[in-house]
């Protein structure tokens, strides 16, 4: 069921996802914050962070660490997510949302993933009540997984499944979300197609009009982590998102 009017904080708030999930939950008639550094809320140092939370009802938590190193990344999200569950047992507020990633707890030579267990973590340890959203992959990082997995014009990459998701359908299923009941537990949402990761990269390209080879290497790593079958997708009760590869590349093409 769906909540009247409330005040909900977006951390992470000005970014991809948390600018979309921000402007859905305005429509909607929410009073919403859109926390981030850029607004004066910084989640790592803790500034900003109560006084944004005065008077919430529900969180989102969308933020992303500045840095992907291990240290960095492992710090930042535990430390961020400790000032922010501190900040809202001040607050009392109701429902903590977290996104998190399929297959975080299937990866554990991947530094980012394993970031995000302990974000996870800390939101489970917390006094309040919790859903977490775990989302593949986005649309909107193909590019860049094609960039660090090209060498000498040729991409490599590993042959287990993929099936990655809009940035409009994972924000529409975290508005959703925060504004029902908590969870207590874990929602899994992925794109409408799986397939395996070569042949989803190789239909990328040839869509976005890229000559690039693509190479099915079982050696190649995704951000240092080993992918095995089903590392990158849920097992099985995801929601899946709307939007196709076909339809998300034809919008980036008109909005570009």
């Known amino acids: 069921m769906m909540n009247a009017r409330r005040k909900i904080v977006v951390f992470g708030g000005t970014g991809l996802i948390g600018g979309k999930t921000v402007a859905l939950l305005r429509a909607a008639g929410h009073d919403v914050v859109a926390a981030s550094p850029n607004t004066g809320v910084d989640t790592l140092t803790g500034a900003g962070v109560v006084e944004a939370l005065t008077g919430a009802d529900a969180v989102v938590d969308v933020t992303n660490s500045p840095s992907f190193e291990e240290a960095a990344v492992r710090r930042f999200f535990e430390v961020s997510g400790r000032n922010i569950v501190a900040g809202e047992t001040l607050a009392r507020v109701r429902h903590h949302v977290a996104l998190s990633i399929v297959g975080t707890d299937r990866m554990p030579d991947n530094a980012y993933f394993q970031a995000k267990m302990l974000?996870?973590?800390?939101?489970?340890?917390?006094?309040?009540?919790?859903?977490?959203?775990?989302?593949?992959?986005?649309?909107?990082?193909?590019?860049?997984?094609?960039?660090?997995?090209?060498?000498?014009?040729?991409?490599?990459?590993?042959?287990?499944?993929?099936?990655?998701?809009?940035?409009?359908?994972?924000?529409?299923?975290?508005?959703?979300?925060?504004?029902?009941?908590?969870?207590?537990?874990?929602?899994?949402?992925?794109?409408?197609?799986?397939?395996?990761?070569?042949?989803?990269?190789?239909?990328?390209?040839?869509?976005?009009?890229?000559?690039?080879?693509?190479?099915?290497?079982?050696?190649?790593?995704?951000?240092?982590?080993?992918?095995?079958?089903?590392?990158?997708?849920?097992?099985?009760?995801?929601?899946?998102?709307?939007?196709?590869?076909?339809?998300?590349?034809?919008?980036?093409?008109?909005?570009?």
């Open 119 to 256: 974000q996870e973590d800390v939101v489970r340890a917390s006094a309040t009540p919790y859903s977490i959203v775990r989302a593949t992959q986005f649309y909107e990082f193909l590019p860049a997984i094609a960039d660090l997995g090209t060498t000498g014009g040729v991409l490599r990459v590993a042959g287990g499944l993929f099936q990655p998701i809009a940035a409009d359908d994972v924000a529409a299923v975290l508005a959703e979300t925060v504004q029902a009941e908590p969870h207590g537990g874990i929602i899994e949402i992925a794109g409408p197609a799986r397939a395996p990761f070569d042949d989803f990269m190789r239909r990328y390209l040839q869509l976005a009009g890229d000559a690039r080879q693509v190479v099915r290497d079982p050696e190649a790593r995704y951000f240092g982590g080993r992918v095995t079958e089903f590392s990158l997708v849920p097992l099985s009760n995801a929601r899946q998102g709307r939007i196709g590869l076909d339809t998300w590349i034809e919008r980036q093409r008109t909005t570009h």
